[in-house]
Structures are given as C-alpha cells and as structure tokens.
C-alpha cells in the first residue's frame, strides 16, 4: 500500500491531504496520468511539469518506478525563505 | 555542530547568534534573516505551511553539501511555519568559520538552495484576498552559481 500526499496549493486543488492505494510497479508519470482522470481538478493540479514529486521525502523525477511503502507527495514549486 | 528547527514561535536571535559565537577558533560570524515584506502596505500576514518529514532532511542535507564546500563549524537554519505577520522574520541562518569567505558563501549557499528545494509554501494574506506565492525565476536562476 502506498500514501500519497498532498501540499499547499496541490492539496487545496484536489480536495484531499492524503490517498492510500496500492500503485506500486507503476511510473510518477503513469500515477499522475491515473490521477488526473478524477476530474478537471485533478488534472489542473496534478500537470506534469508544474507538480513535484518526492517520494520517502526525495524529490523524484517523473520516470521512478513506485515501490511497496513509498510514500508519494506532489506539491507545487517551493515558496520558503 | 547544527540547529535545524522548524517551528511556528518567534525566532530567538540573541540565543542564536550566542551560540554561534562561542568558538574561539572562529573569526568569523555571518546572519541572514528573511521577513514579511508589506509591499506598498498590501501584505498583513503570511502562512507558511512544510511537509514535516522532509523539510529536516532537506536542511539536514543542504548543511552536509555545504561542509563539503567551506570550511565551516557551526550552522544555524531555524524556519518558522503557520502565520507570520507583516515584518517578523521568517527564516534565521547563521554560519560561524575561521575566516568570513567561507561563511558568508555558506550562509548564501544555504539560502539560494533552501528557496529551491526545502519544502516550505507561503500563502499570502492582502487587503484584497488570500493567495499562493509563486515560486520566483529569480531564485531558480541563482542556483546557476553553485552548480
């Protein structure tokens, strides 16, 4: 099983701060196309190239393969500082 | 020797820069501290929220690469969260070295990777409404110095 995690305005789009699903095996790419395909919303903020990816608290890019227990966050460019 | 805390409090400037002090090997002690700028009095207030888990690895990491950069011996990075009103401080990072050119590219070093890459989001309140801060090119182009 896999948490998916949501911040800021990513989190704010969807509607959700956490997912739980079984999405290992699968690309970022492929979970975002997956993802996307739950409403206008989610495809808004889930874009490739304007969402980021971390997975076990790494940014990752679109092309890493899930594994069992990664835990998956998108958020938008960082704002801090 | 580190501090790396994320917390919603005021930052304690003074218990900082005392305990950056206290070597008497170093020569030198570099701050930077980042506030809420009102721009044309249109900001009250800020709210910062971070992804708990990785902002301290982030950090964490972001002092180890700058170890191996400088010759450096003490680090500072304390980042508040949650509101943040209109000339309070946001972010504290203070380097103590031997000599001043290691600390201040470190203390520089730190913020230019911190804007990029620790997971921190500022949500604006203004006279006229809430809205996200958008990430700025400016601070993705000041990371063309370091790599």
């Not at chain 1, 959700?16 to 970022?28: F, G, H, S, W």
């Not at chain 1, 092309?63 to 460019?77: G, L, M, R, T």
């Not at chain 2, 520089?108 to 620790?118: G, R, S, T």
Request: net charge negative; hydrophobic share 45%.
């Amino acid at each position: 099983m896999n948490k998916i995690i949501f911040f800021a305005q990513t989190r704010e789009l969807v509607g959700v701060d956490k997912l739980e699903l079984a999405v290992d095996q699968m690309a970022i790419s492929q979970l975002l196309e997956q993802l996307s395909l739950r409403g206008n919303k989610w495809s808004l903020a889930l874009k490739e190239k304007t969402v980021l990816c971390a997975v076990n608290q790494t940014l990752v890019n679109y092309d890493y393969i899930i594994q069992e227990d990664d835990e998956i966050a998108f958020f938008p460019p960082v704002t801090g500082g | 020797m580190n501090i790396i805390q994320v917390n919603q409090s005021p930052i304690d400037v003074n218990s900082l820069i005392t305990w950056l002090y206290e070597s008497p090997t170093d020569g030198a002690v570099v701050t930077f501290m980042g506030k809420v700028r009102s721009f044309e009095n249109q900001v009250i207030s800020l709210t910062l929220e971070h992804y708990p888990e990785m902002t301290e690895k982030v950090l964490g990491n972001i002092i180890n690469q700058a170890r191996g950069r400088w010759a450096i011996n003490r680090v500072a990075i304390v980042h508040r969260v949650g509101k943040i009103y209109a000339n309070e401080s946001i972010v504290f990072v203070g380097v103590s070295a031997a000599h001043r050119s290691d600390a201040f590219a470190t203390t520089e070093f730190i913020m230019d990777i911190l804007k990029n890459e620790a997971p921190f989001w500022k949500k604006e309140q203004t006279v006229s409404g809430q809205n996200w801060v958008k990430a700025k090119e400016s601070d993705l182009n000041a990371l063309k110095k370091w790599y």
